[in-house]
């Protein structure tokens, strides 16, 4: 029986689950179907926000690379970086090649804040200050100086966490990790001596996870202070709706417990301070060739739960402002975009033309199916319900709940899984592509390690730019 031939575009987390997803459902069918899967990226690089989104410091988290390379290491998953979909290759090219297609390159733009003086030199998206730190080849390594002596990051999820933690942390501490040695010196020359943190809302509505929230808590030489009376979940809700959940749901009494024992603490007067500022929004950004100030407005939740500014101000004094207020996806070129949902139309993973019908061959998996929500864990489930409805249509595959897979882990394909070519390999040599291969990737990781016993630093220290990924896998 011929292989079926399937397309992942992009290999992060949602990605790389969906082509572990084809491997496993396929073979669970009767009888197995053998199944070769390319698993396509514009980068040189896989596993796209585990090596591009996780902060340095997150090394528990980092590790679900490990997980993630077994799938790419699988005798029918076949990796394809540096080709861009749009540039190198079209969604035609695809459809032709390929018996399907599932698109999986997640949310790649931060919202805007839509306020004056957003645009001003130091009035940076979160994205790309993450992606500098976690050496994103598209960023320069010297983008970042750090010049600001105070910084605030609007938003209270998780990134904004990540953000504040690696310019409050002593950058000593990031010496055993994978950082750029570039950023490791701009971080250890960094003049930023003060963070706020700013959320719209309160300590009840913020996205945190408790985990998360503690570690900022334990940064040595750090004091974290809490706005003034912010604290009190009654003082700005009308509701009650916060001393409500404060007690029944069990995440937000976590994130209480924490930020309630920092607002009992007194400053000892360390060298670095983490302001946490809760019912404030920014309303305007000061600065002239660069940020001076930000102006932010005191809100609180009326009698209906409506958020509203009470207009009562105040004006930070910063010199830099990080925005990190949700994710947004960016349309692929040809394929159906709600520009309202930032999301592509779908029905459990199946793509919606513009008359709501379901489009062959072509599917989607992770945020950009179903927006910027959950953990990198959830792209786990959401890919196997997209790689379901996959299977039903081109492989006479079971629907959604007729077959449980027998265990956990990937299954080993007939031995048919592995031999051929890529279908998109014809098209990339008339073009004079050179795509980055999987063993391209290894002798990069391999560049990364010997880099790193040359310094003297930790298991492997990420290489500083894109230039030098090329030299690595031979592209330079």
Not at 81 to 100: K, Q
Request: hydrophobic share 40%; glycine share 12%.
């Amino acid at each position: 029986m011929q292989n079926l031939q399937v397309a992942v575009v992009g290999s992060g987390p949602a990605g790389l689950y969906t082509a572990e997803a084809l491997i496993k459902q396929a073979a669970a069918l009767d009888p197995p179907r053998a199944i070769w899967v390319d698993v396509l990226d514009r980068l040189p690089t896989p596993y796209g926000l585990v090596r591009y989104g996780v902060a340095p410091d997150h090394k528990s988290i980092k590790s679900i690379a490990d997980y993630l390379r077994n799938v790419l290491e699988h005798e029918g998953v076949h990796f394809i970086g540096g080709v861009h979909l749009g540039d190198d290759v079209t969604r035609d090219d695809l459809l032709a090649a390929y018996d399907g297609i599932v698109y999986a390159t997640g949310a790649m733009r931060d919202r805007h804040l839509g306020i004056p003086g957003e645009d001003l030199p130091g009035s940076v998206a979160a994205t790309d200050f993450v992606n500098w730190y976690c050496g994103h080849p598209d960023v320069d390594p010297t983008a970042f100086t750090l010049d600001a002596e105070s910084v605030a990051v609007i938003g209270v999820g998780n990134v904004a966490v990540d953000v504040a933690r690696i310019l409050a942390r002593n950058p000593d501490e990031l010496r055993e990790t994978d950082v750029s040695q570039p950023v490791l010196e701009a971080l250890a020359a960094s003049k930023v001596r003060e963070v706020h943190m700013i959320g719209r809302r309160g300590p009840a509505q913020a996205k945190f996870t408790t985990k998360e929230l503690r570690e900022l808590g334990e940064l040595e030489g750090v004091d974290v202070v809490v706005g003034d009376g912010e604290a009190d979940l009654d003082a700005f809700d009308a509701t009650g709706e916060s001393a409500r959940l404060a007690q029944s749901d069990r995440h937000v009494r976590g994130n209480y417990q924490v930020i309630s024992d920092w607002a009992g603490r007194t400053p000892a007067g360390a060298g670095r301070r983490l302001t946490v500022r809760f019912w404030l929004r920014p309303v305007e950004i000061h600065g002239g060739n660069g940020v001076t100030g930000l102006t932010v407005e005191r809100t609180r939740l009326d009698e209906s739960g409506k958020l509203r500014g009470t207009g009562e101000t105040e004006t930070l004094s910063v010199q830099m402002v990080l925005r990190s207020v949700g994710y947004q996806s960016v349309p692929l070129l040809g394929v159906p975009f709600d520009e309202q949902s930032y999301t592509v139309p779908n029905e459990a993973g199946r793509v919606l033309g513009p008359d709501g019908q379901a489009l062959p061959g072509e599917y989607v998996a992770g945020w950009l199916k179903r927006g910027p929500t959950g953990v990198i864990g959830t792209n786990k489930s959401d890919a196997a319900e997209t790689v379901r409805s996959l299977l039903a249509d081109l492989a006479g595959g079971p629907a959604p709940g007729d077959v449980q897979v027998p265990r956990a882990g990937l299954l080993r394909m007939p031995e048919a899984a592995g031999q051929g070519e890529s279908p998109l390999h014809p098209v990339l040599a008339e073009r004079g592509i050179r795509h980055v291969s999987y063993a391209d990737w290894l002798k990069i990781e391999t560049a990364e390690k010997d880099l790193a016993a040359r310094l003297g630093r930790g298991a492997r220290v990420k290489l500083a730019s894109r230039d030098d990924i090329n030299d690595a896998c031979g592209l330079g």
